[in-house]
């Protein structure tokens, strides 16, 4: 069974901090995906980001970046310079290769809070 | 290129009847998954459709059902409503395989009462 877990529930900071989500997944699968969804409060999931389990790189988009390390199982994400636009709910996914594993399996969720 | 559309965007229910939610995936799209966001549950998957076949459900009753048609839309049926059933819908279509993203809908928001 595949498992997503994000500690931390609510982080709350001031605009213009630096701010990383933990994601920690849990799967039998040797090939698998791993996502970030934002979702404001119009309620709307938004993609961010899709890192496949044999691409290890890091990435940075903008203020953005993601830290993917198979050795621990966590695929963090840093907003760098933190706006007040950044205020969402944040969840991380994980979705297998094939099979009953191909759906997205999402953490809980974590309420960031930017304030000015 | 138009995104996934859900409708309706609100629906108010009583208790016991039944809702039809509707989704219409990204052009090209063949895959559709429905989760269910109720308050401090995070996401729950309840179904997956893909090429007009049931692929996956979730660990939800019988009373939760839907069905994707040719053109790859996909309705999500409730019947007999309970007030826990009160929750965001969100609606997903990907390209087949899991190599690709989910793009999701705005959602419907059921209120049983």
């Known amino acids: 069974a595949q498992k997503v877990t994000q500690a931390q529930t609510e982080i709350s900071v001031v605009e213009k901090e630096d701010v990383t989500l933990d994601c920690v997944y849990e799967?039998?699968?040797?090939?698998?995906?791993l996502f970030w969804y934002k979702q404001p409060p119009s309620g709307e999931l938004v993609f961010l980001i899709r890192?496949?389990?044999?691409?290890?790189q890091n990435e940075i988009s903008g203020r953005y970046s993601w830290n993917f390390q198979k050795s621990t199982s966590s695929f963090n994400f840093t907003i760098t310079a933190s706006q007040v636009v950044d205020s969402a709910v944040y969840f991380c996914?994980?979705?297998?290769?094939?099979?009953?594993?191909?759906?997205?399996?999402f953490g809980k969720g974590i309420t960031l809070s930017v304030r000015p | 290129e138009a995104g996934v559309t859900q409708s309706p965007t609100h629906l108010i229910k009583t208790r016991g009847q039944q809702a039809t939610l509707r989704c219409s995936p990204i052009?090209?799209?063949?895959?559709v998954y429905w989760y269910q966001q109720a308050l401090g549950l995070g996401l729950q998957f309840l179904l997956w459709?893909?090429?007009?076949?049931?692929?996956n459900r979730g660990n939800f009753p019988p009373r939760f059902s839907g069905r994707q048609f040719p053109n790859y839309s996909s309705e999500l049926n409730v019947n007999a409503l309970e007030l826990e059933d009160s929750a965001l819908y969100l609606c997903?279509?990907?390209?087949?395989?899991?190599?690709?993203?989910?793009?999701f809908g705005q959602g419907t928001r059921l209120t049983v009462v």
């Open positions: 997903a279509s990907s390209l087949q395989g899991g190599n690709t993203e989910a793009f």
């Open positions: 799967t039998r699968d040797t090939t698998y995906y």
């Open positions: 890192r496949n389990s044999f691409d290890e």
């Open positions: 996914a994980l979705r297998g290769a094939s099979g009953a594993n191909s759906k997205l399996t």
């Open positions: 052009s090209g799209h063949t895959s």
């Open positions: 459709y893909d090429e007009g076949e049931e692929r």
